[in-house]
Structure formats: C-alpha cells, structure tokens
C-alpha cells in the first residue's frame, strides 16, 4: 500500500523523535474543545546557530526501515512497525514547502539503514543536493553520518551540510556488541575521524581560499544513549572527555533510555527514563567545555555517580573548602569560574568591573553572581558576607534545602486583569537578613 506524504511525514517524524542531537517538545497534548492549540512531542526541534540565535528544524528521518536491529532503537527490524520511506526528491520538496511557509528554518536528517549503509548515504546526498544545488536552500542542515558508509561518500554529504553527526550510541564497547550487533566501535569511530580532519582541513583550505566549498562548517556532535547500560557516571564522562579532545566536537547529546524493547539485556519497560542523570551529564559536561574542569575533578573512582541533590559544581567546591574563600578582588579568572554561582559571564564581568574599584557583595549580585550559592565560596577584599560562619557540612545543608517557596505564587493562574497582590515583605528584606534565615536554617552559627 503506498502511503500518503502525510503519512509518511507523520511516521518519520514520530520516528525521529528519540534523537537528542537538538531539543524537541517532548510534550503531546491533544486540542481539548475549548481550549486552543496543542502540542506534538516530534516534528520539530531546535537548534542554536552560531550566533546564539534559535532556530526551529523540520527533524525527520529518511526511512524508518533498517535492516539492522539494535535492541534499544524503536526502527530495529525486529519491531513491528509501520514503515515509511520518502524519496530524496519528495523530501526535498516537502522541506520547501515548509520553509517557504515559514514554519521551519532548517533541516535535521537522520535515517535507518535502507538496503546498506552506502545506499542510504547516497539517498541522503540526492536529498540534500536536490535541496542545495536545484532549490537553492540556503538554510541550516544537520544531517546524521551513516556508521559504515563509504568514506567518499560521507565527505560528499559534509559538503552539503551545515552540521554533521556521528551516534557513539552507547558508552562502551560491551555494551555495543551486546545490544547493537551490527555496529562496531570502529565503524563508529571511523566516520567520526574523517568527519573531525576534513573539518580541520577545511579550515585550512578556507583560510588559504576564501571560496574553498565549505565542509560541515558548523561543526560534528554525537548523541549516547543513559541508562540502557550499566556503565557508570565516571566512565560516560570519561569518555565525553575524550571525544571532545580527540575529535574536537561541537557537542556531545546525551539521551535518557526511554524502553522502547522487552529485550532482558535492557531495563524493563515502564522503567522512567534517568532524567536526572541526563541532567547532571549535562551539567558536567558544560564543566568540561567551559569551565576548565577534567572528568577526573568531577567524578572519580571512589565516587563514580553524581550526587543526585546537588550540580557537580557545587560537589566539588564542598570536597574542596580547603581552596576557599577566595577573594572575587584578586583571584584569577580560572579560579573564579570554579566558584559555584559564579558563570562565565560573570567571572569576565568581575574581571572588568575590579579594574575600576573593590567589588562589594552588592556590586557581585548587579554582576550577575548568584550570591545564594557564591557566598559561602568568596571574599570581597577579604570580608566573608556580613553573619556567615562556614563548615562543609553546613553548606552542604544549605545548598541541598530546596528554595523557600514565593510566598505568591499560590498555583493559580492570574487573570490578565486581576490586579497582582502587593509583593511581601521578604522580597524586599536586606539580604544580609535573608542570609541569616538561611544560614541558621542551614545549621550555620550567625
Ligand atoms: S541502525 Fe539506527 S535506525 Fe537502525 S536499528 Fe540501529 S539505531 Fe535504529
């Protein structure tokens, strides 16, 4: 039975839907009478260009058919299914159509493997070459590598695309060849090399020519699959590590194991995805790439998982109070990303502000500095804040205590004419008086 471009559009985008390499809803909710517009977990994803912008990207895949059967991938030819494939020229077009109505700006391509992995790559290519070169699309492209295909081919593909991406799948190699047994980790590693020098070498080329075809010019990131494997904490973020250093990706995805299989090789169906994790991984990995951190400072043998009531920064600041305080007036910039509250964007703002004058524990916070986590970490010209005596134990009490609840926010939602209710008198309380609440709530001595 030949299936409609809608029905296609609409298995291949629910297909696409676990891929992490960029953001989608995840949310669906069906239009209620009464009520207006609803929403789809798949279809659309985001993405951020460059330049900070936010982008919105059709994300499908080609086909949904794969002849191989990776157990934690819902497309393995074992599951039963409905299948769907386009034809590079149908999805062209519909990618036009899309964009010409100013739904989406970009494209985000995956697919399953179809026949084998060099047929699949040059469907992809006639994809994207119908798009580039015969409807001139100049808009944003992300297009997933297929692990196997034919290295000719693949650098073809990375001169259509903005961005490209190879999936590590899994966090070992065990784990590979137990849930995944078509794949190898060289057959993953391999594209992910030749994709990481062709970058360099076009950077090369494209300082030399100006008009040297661009390959892949924002960048290749991967996507690794949490929770469907034993491996530990320490051993993802080790190997994050090492991705970034050895094939200098833009990003590494992580994506929380959603049971999509009875396999007994896998966590039960029913089992939550380990959305914490996700989120620590995420939290740690922004470490690595921003805040001079190893994988070794953040986790290590002895303590192998994240600590599930508080961010890795703030971990690791309290198993080392013997670094702090630290004064926000002298310490360097390296040392001042380490304290928790302060970003990257304040640490630099600190830089510049103290050339012109001692910082002051008010001048931190119109800074940016989230005072509530730096301030048991910081000095300012060698004053602690005013009241607070530090311990480990005590910080680690107040840092984990969830936030004192808004006293208006009741849960219930405002009329757009309702007058708000004035503002309580904690909002405007000193801090140092907050501080004192906080602090002997959280064990400290004033
Ligand atoms: S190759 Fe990709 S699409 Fe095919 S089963 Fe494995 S993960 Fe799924």
Same mark, same amino acid.
């Given at each position: ?48 260009? $460059? ?13 949904? +058919? ?57 469907? @992809? ?54 849930? $995944? ?5 060289? +057959? ?105 951190? +190893?994988?070794?400072?953040? @986790? ?30 002298? $310490? ?20 510049? $502000? ?5 910082? +002051? ?86």
């Amino acid at each position: 039975m030949s299936l409609s471009t809608l029905e296609k559009l609409t298995i291949l985008t629910d297909a696409a839907k676990y891929d992490a390499a960029c953001t989608s809803s995840g949310v669906d909710r069906p239009n209620v009478p009464g009520q207006l517009g609803n929403a789809v977990s798949y279809g659309l994803c985001h993405s951020f260009a $460059a330049d900070g912008r936010c982008i919105s990207l059709l994300k499908v895949l080609f086909t949904n +058919s794969c002849i191989y059967n990776c157990k934690y991938c819902v497309n393995r030819c074992s599951n039963d299914t409905p299948r769907a494939a386009f034809t590079p020229r149908e999805l062209a077009e519909l990618t036009i159509a899309f964009y010409r109505r100013n739904y989406i700006e970009g494209l985000f391509l995956s697919s399953g493997i179809l026949r084998s992995p060099d047929y699949t790559c040059e469907q @992809l290519i006639e994809t994207l070459r119908l798009l580039r070169q015969e409807y001139h699309f100049g808009g944003y492209i992300h297009v997933k590598a297929i692990p196997g295909a034919d290295s000719a081919l693949i650098t073809r593909l990375g001169l259509l695309a903005d961005r490209m991406s190879v999936n590590i799948e899994l966090p070992s190699e065990s784990g590979l060849q137990k849930l $995944a047994p078509n794949k190898t980790k060289s +057959s993953i590693l391999k594209p992910m090399g030749l994709i990481s020098g062709r970058i360099a070498e076009n950077k090369r080329d494209l300082a030399l020519y100006k008009h040297a075809p661009a390959f892949a010019p924002a960048g290749q990131s991967t996507q690794m699959i949490i929770g469907a494997t034993p491996d530990s904490d320490l051993q993802i973020l080790r190997l994050t590590e090492g991705l970034y250093k050895k094939y200098k990706l833009k990003r590494v995805f992580f994506s929380a194991y959603v049971p999509v299989s009875d396999s007994a090789l896998l966590p039960p169906m029913g089992t939550k995805p380990p959305l914490l994790r996700e989120h620590r991984l995420y939290q740690a990995d922004w470490l690595l790439r921003f805040y001079g951190f +190893s994988a070794s400072e953040i @986790l290590d043998d002895a303590s192998p998982s994240f600590d599930p009531l508080l961010d890795p920064k703030c971990c690791w600041a309290i198993r080392h109070m013997e670094l702090f305080p630290i004064d926000v007036n002298r $310490a360097e910039y390296a040392l001042l990303l380490r304290v928790p509250g302060i970003g990257v964007k304040s640490a630099k703002r600190i830089i510049t $502000a103290r050339r012109e004058s001692s910082l +002051s524990f008010e001048g931190l916070k119109r800074l940016g500095v989230v005072l509530k986590r730096a301030q048991y970490f910081i000095t300012c010209s060698g004053k602690m804040m005013p009241g607070l005596r530090v311990t480990q134990e005590g910080v680690f009490r107040a840092l984990t205590e969830p936030s004192p609840r808004d006293p208006l926010d009741t849960g219930e939602q405002l009329s757009f004419f309702d007058t708000p209710p004035a503002r309580l008198s904690w909002e405007n309380t000193p801090t140092t008086s907050l501080l004192s609440d906080t602090v002997s709530k959280g064990g400290f001595s004033a």
